[in-house]
């Protein structure tokens, strides 16, 4: 099942690839555009942990842009979530998104706000709905994002990162962050904190990336194994 899922996915990674000149548009008065990404990834790791059980992942977007500062999109990867003890199966995730993001002014301070929901076809009892709101400054940025019903579990949880971004010598991007998560403590007894740090370069139209991730001990003992620390290589297109 999961082979033949996968060979589905590079089938369509090959054709987005292959019809990716009508992917990035802009109209003539430059007011709306569209573009699109595909990724391949030796893990897919969000919030630090694995959520194809340590399996590699393809994924791709497709957004909407206006002038403006709306935007629009959707993005999906397949997961593997087999928990035979609550009967769930999920092998895809599809989220669609929707905000609105600028700057204040000349301060050089952008903001990005929005709200998401996450789809598992096949497994509608995980489908949940997230808002998020971030803030930007020259290297740095800040994050938080809010759930009234945390992973379909009809409980809260509200998740808060800081990102750095700088660009090294020979165009090699450098990149790290930390993430907190506060649940309430039916979805856990204890809050889980995240880190990541890596590299990515842009080479003959592709971006290879190489990220470190781990989680403390509190969500070790939540997830086990899909916590520890991990390395993973992505290789991406935008079209």
Not at 112 to 119: A, F, H, I, K, P
Request: hydrophobic content about 35%; glycine content about 10%.
């Amino acid at each position: 099942m999961k082979m033949k899922m996968l060979s589905a996915m590079c089938l369509a990674a090959t054709t987005v690839l292959a019809t990716s000149s009508v992917m990035a548009w802009e109209s003539e008065d430059g007011q709306h555009s569209t573009s699109a990404s595909i990724a391949l990834s030796s893990d897919y790791v969000w919030r630090g942990y694995s959520q194809t059980d340590e399996g590699a992942a393809i994924s791709g977007s497709f957004d909407y842009a206006h002038s403006s500062g709306l935007y629009a999109g959707t993005w999906a990867s397949n997961v593997d979530f087999d928990t035979p003890d609550n009967d769930v199966d999920a092998s895809m995730e599809l989220d669609i998104y929707a905000g609105f993001s600028s700057a204040f002014g000349d301060t050089g301070i952008a903001y990005d706000v929005g709200v998401l929901r996450y789809l598992y076809p096949g497994e509608e009892s995980l489908d949940w709905n997230e808002v998020y709101g971030s803030l930007s400054y020259s290297f740095f940025s800040l994050g938080v994002a809010h759930s009234g019903d945390v992973y379909g579990s009809g409980e809260k949880g509200t998740y808060y990162s800081l990102g750095f971004d700088y660009d090294l010598p020979y165009d090699v991007s450098f990149s790290a962050g930390y993430g907190y998560y506060d649940y309430d403590e039916e979805v856990s007894e204890e809050n889980h904190q995240d880190y990541r740090i890596g590299v990515a370069k842009d080479f003959a139209g592709f971006t290879f990336d190489m990220t470190y991730y781990d989680m403390d001990g509190d969500g070790e003992d939540a997830y086990g194994d899909l916590a520890e620390d991990r390395v993973v290589f992505t290789i991406s297109k935008s079209l």
